[in-house]
């Protein structure tokens, strides 16, 4: 890569300058929402961008912090969003990548406990995780409900059906010091079409967090362990030779910056350029994790380049 | 009071000590779970400790963070217990004094959205601050639900009910800026009597701060306000004449720092004497907030001082 485009720090780019970017990378991390789609809709040309990377033969991965889909429900939306070519082993979401963890790396001897959709559940029954199937009475409360003493995980994701019983539930499990503490990821919030907000994973692990005076192990971004994840399971794959597209500063940004990858915000989404820019003048140096190494208005700013490439 | 009593920090006092500093004090300020009762049981002796003291013509206030009672089931309460005399202006609970905060403090013009028990609504309707009932179809969610904009505050208190729906409205409410965010007090937890635990409000609070990027406005202990609410209420409430006592170091001994009071902890509840010897030995200045003047073993330890003065 020539001097100019290594210049660190939200370098907008364009042309020739993402064309040589193409050229130096041989993988590439792709955050979804708010990068390749927003909802049920692809970005437009976003489509065209990873099919023809993979097409292109650069490897193509997806890290997601949602939680909510098992991946075979994510390999139909790809298709069905024109994304062809997607393949299961291509998608690292948070709760994939948390079965894994429950299973290969802490080898949990128990029973987890989910808060979460059932994306979770689907992902532990493949990986054969054991976890606690709810069965609770109507009329259950922290005080007259049971507690089995086989739990030896909390698994917090994005739960709609969370209540306070679920929270007091954990918490009780969460007295065992052998019991782990896990969070597929710690997103704060999600937007919604019309100005409304979703509460992201961060705010029911906070609320855990606060009541056990313990801290989760968030397995997904900004967390090294999904990019552990993918580099354990296909070779070759050299940080230096990757390039992180996201679309959250505080995620994305710092995931690629955690694992040493290049990074790329892209304008379709959360984090806006001024952000980036407030991060990359800031004086504190934690700070600087946050800033792109480029930012694109859109995925879709790849197209000219892989013309040129022809 | 004499040079040996008023040395500062966890000094365990009896008999005389105790008469010392009940001849110097006129007015007491307790703290209800883990001091003068546990649950449905009064703490040994300390329905004759309260009686006595309002006897001898002292200020006595309650003040609790627990925000899921209406005062008027407080004095019932009192009552059963053994506790006689004690009446409902003396009560200075986190749901009484929210109320009294929205409408003449904060002022508010508009609903509050409430997330809390009976005990809030009830105060908020006996103070006349209009709140918004929930009348939420079963299939409601985030996506559909109904979201009214004449709400401009929230106020969080234990809930036992809470659900994700709730998490996610109010993170809607707080959105606009003039929207007030309050919570009844910031509580961690609270000890069941089987080990378990119940999650306090500051786990919801939490949630709800990471969900919107805002701090809430505490209205409970430590904040000083209920000590506000007292002198505004009662004449000649010097703090140099109170004395706090309180089970929590966190929360009953901090609310006594802060408002200039000299503080008892009673190691009937949760907090030991340990812990307020490492909070004495500590190096970091913001911890000796935490420490108490004095320390017993129950407020019933009160009495013999009690027969001395007779």
Known sequence: MDGAIGLKGCRKIRGSQIRHLLEAKDFFLFDCDGVIWHGEKAITGAPNVVNTLIKQGKGVFFVTNNSTRPRENYVHKFCRLGFTNVNQEQIFSSSYCSAIYLRDVAKVQGKVFVIGCEGIRNELREANVPYLEEVDEPDATIYNCALPTDVKAVLVGHDDQFTFLKLAKASCFLKD????????????????????????????TAALEVATGRKATIIGKPSRF??????????GVDPAQ????????????????????????????????????????????NEQCFVPDYVVDTIADFLPAFEELD
């Not at 999904?226 to 296909?234: A, N, V």
């Not at 952000?275 to 140096?285: D, I, K, L, V």
């Open 177 to 204: 010091p052998d019991c782990l503490f896990l969070a597929t990821d710690n997103d704060p919030w999600h937007p919604l079409k019309d100005g409304r907000i979703l509460p992201g994973s961060g705010c029911l």
């Open 226 to 235: 999904m990019f552990e994840c993918i580099s354990s399971q296909f070779t």
């Open 242 to 285: 990757c390039l992180m597209v996201g679309d959250r500063l505080e995620t994305d940004m710092l995931f690629g910056s955690n694992c040493g990858l290049e990074t790329m915000l892209t304008l379709t989404g959360i984090s806006q350029m001024e952000e980036a820019e407030e991060y990359s003048r800031s004086e504190q140096s």
